[in-house]
């Protein structure tokens, strides 16, 4: 070790080199607690299969080139019979006609799981598979429980022509075709902001034990809107199930997890696999927090909109123009909706220009 004197002697070269060191270790330190963090938008994989490079800023060239044929992806999505939940899926599934077969879409078949156990009157209007939803109870009135179960039965019943699966939901628009963002084993996944596993270590490592790695390899998403391989989903979604369960069962992971602990779920099931996810920003916007449908691909409207007349939002309070999906619980929204007043965001008036083209197309409307 250097003492005080032994420094001062130290010739300009020795002090160059030890500075350089210094900033390699330096660098190699940040690099890893970037990495380890894994909050980026991140794509493409290194020789030892970590991705390692964002999306939109910076691709790998393996990505990069263009693909010489298409890779279609299912789209499924989990509903009940409920008719708040039919009626958006009725949107959802007009829209996502619209936009299949557009330049750019790699969407293929579309499927909705309809986990109530019995056919509903939207049987000829949107294509369905119809599940088991789990014992009764065994959900807790958590109904989203019920999702990870609805997958498992129609991976293993169905027969799934595309490669990849995209997992949706009923309040999901597409505002543009939709590409296939997953590359190969990589899932591709949308980043939410509340899903943190490392400011929940305490709960998360009762279902992602040590042994399996720190708690940075679980991704913060859930399992929707999520592009996957079909032999990826078959494997990671009888433990999402399971985790679920769990969960569940246990009062403090319901408690803090509350109405995201399905999503928790599903981010845990995977990291237990050893799947890592693509993390695309682009993927999905979710008004009114999200100003612009520029570049989105999907517009989730699962926050209410509600502003007063000179277009300022009134979160938290009702406001003189609002749109919330919870105002129609029992039947669907009405045809021709109002226009939010001047000066609210682009991404909120297109939200309810395209609920309100849909609606106008969909015959029979009010029998949702």
Same mark, same amino acid.
């Given at each position: 070790?250097?003492?005080?004197?032994?420094?001062?002697?130290?010739?300009?070269?020795?002090?160059?080199?030890?500075?350089?060191?210094?900033?390699?270790?330096?660098?190699?330190?940040?690099?890893?607690?970037?990495?380890?963090?894994?909050?980026?938008?991140?794509?493409?994989?290194?020789?030892?299969?970590?991705?390692?490079?964002?999306?939109?800023?910076?691709?790998?060239?393996?990505?990069?080139?263009?693909?010489?044929?298409?890779?279609?992806?299912?789209?499924?999505?989990?509903?009940?019979?409920?008719?708040?939940?039919?009626?958006?899926?009725?949107?959802?599934?007009?829209?996502?006609?619209?936009?299949?077969?557009?330049?750019?879409?790699?969407?293929?078949?579309?499927?909705?799981?309809?986990?109530?156990?019995?056919?509903?009157? @939207? =049987?000829? +209007?949107?294509?369905?598979?119809? !599940?088991? *939803? %789990? &014992?009764?109870?065994?959900?807790?009135?958590?109904?989203?429980?019920?999702?990870?179960?609805?997958?498992?039965?129609?991976?293993?019943?169905?027969?799934?022509?595309?490669?990849?699966? @995209? =997992?949706? +939901?009923?309040?999901?628009?597409? !505002?543009? *075709? %939709? &590409?296939?963002?997953?590359?190969?084993?990589?899932?591709?996944?949308?980043?939410?902001?509340?899903?943190?596993?490392?400011?929940?270590?305490?709960?998360?490592?009762?279902?992602?034990?040590?042994?399996?790695?720190?708690?940075?390899?679980?991704?913060?998403?859930?399992?929707?809107?999520?592009?996957?391989?079909?032999?990826?989903?078959?494997?990671?979604?009888?433990?999402?199930?399971?985790?679920?369960?769990?969960?569940?069962?246990?009062?403090?992971?319901?408690?803090?997890?509350?109405?995201?602990?399905?999503?928790?779920?599903?981010?845990?099931?995977?990291?237990?696999?050893?799947?890592?996810?693509?993390?695309?920003?682009?993927?999905?916007?979710?008004?009114?927090?999200?100003?612009?449908?520029?570049?989105?691909?999907?517009?989730?409207?699962?926050?209410?909109?509600?502003?007063?007349?000179?277009?300022?939002?009134?979160?938290?309070?009702?406001?003189?123009?609002?749109?919330?999906?919870?105002?129609?619980?029992?039947?669907?929204?009405?045809?021709?909706?109002?226009?939010?007043?001047?000066?609210?965001?682009?991404?909120?008036?297109?939200?309810?220009?395209?609920?309100?083209?849909?609606?106008?197309?969909?015959?029979?409307?009010?029998?949702?």
């Amino acid at each position: 070790m250097f003492g005080r004197k032994a420094m001062g002697r130290a010739s300009p070269v020795l002090l160059f080199l030890l500075a350089l060191l210094f900033s390699f270790a330096t660098y190699n330190i940040l690099t890893m607690i970037r990495h380890n963090r894994a909050i980026k938008n991140l794509v493409g994989a290194n020789t030892n299969g970590v991705l390692v490079s964002d999306p939109i800023v910076e691709m790998p060239e393996n990505v990069k080139k263009p693909k010489h044929a298409k890779s279609p992806f299912h789209v499924a999505l989990t509903a009940t019979d409920a008719p708040y939940s039919k009626w958006q899926c009725r949107i959802m599934y007009y829209w996502y006609k619209q936009k299949k077969d557009l330049p750019g879409s790699e969407m293929g078949g579309f499927t909705r799981i309809l986990h109530s156990g019995s056919p509903d009157n @939207l =049987m000829g +209007e949107i294509p369905t598979m119809v !599940v088991d *939803p %789990l &014992p009764a109870g065994l959900d807790k009135g958590y109904v989203v429980l019920n999702r990870p179960w609805a997958f498992v039965q129609w991976l293993e019943k169905a027969t799934i022509e595309e490669e990849y699966i @995209l =997992m949706a +939901e009923p309040d999901h628009i597409f !505002v543009r *075709p %939709l &590409p296939n963002l997953a590359h190969e084993r990589f899932p591709a996944a949308f980043p939410f902001f509340y899903i943190k596993p490392e400011q929940n270590e305490k709960i998360v490592r009762k279902f992602y034990p040590e042994e399996h790695g720190p708690v940075t390899n679980i991704d913060p998403i859930g399992n929707s809107p999520v592009i996957i391989r079909k032999d990826l989903l078959g494997k990671i979604a009888p433990t999402w199930m399971n985790v679920s369960l769990k969960m569940k069962q246990d009062p403090e992971t319901d408690k803090v997890f509350g109405w995201v602990l399905e999503m928790y779920a599903y981010a845990v099931a995977s990291a237990l696999h050893g799947v890592q996810h693509i993390l695309r920003k682009d993927f999905m916007l979710q008004p009114p927090w999200d100003l612009e449908t520029e570049k989105k691909f999907i517009i989730h409207y699962t926050y209410g909109c509600d502003y007063n007349l000179k277009g300022e939002l009134t979160y938290g309070k009702i406001g003189e123009w609002r749109f919330d999906k919870r105002s129609h619980l029992r039947g669907p929204p009405p045809r021709n909706l109002s226009m939010p007043p001047p000066g609210v965001p682009e991404s909120v008036v297109t939200l309810v220009k395209m609920v309100n083209e849909a609606t106008a197309n969909i015959p029979n409307w009010d029998t949702s």
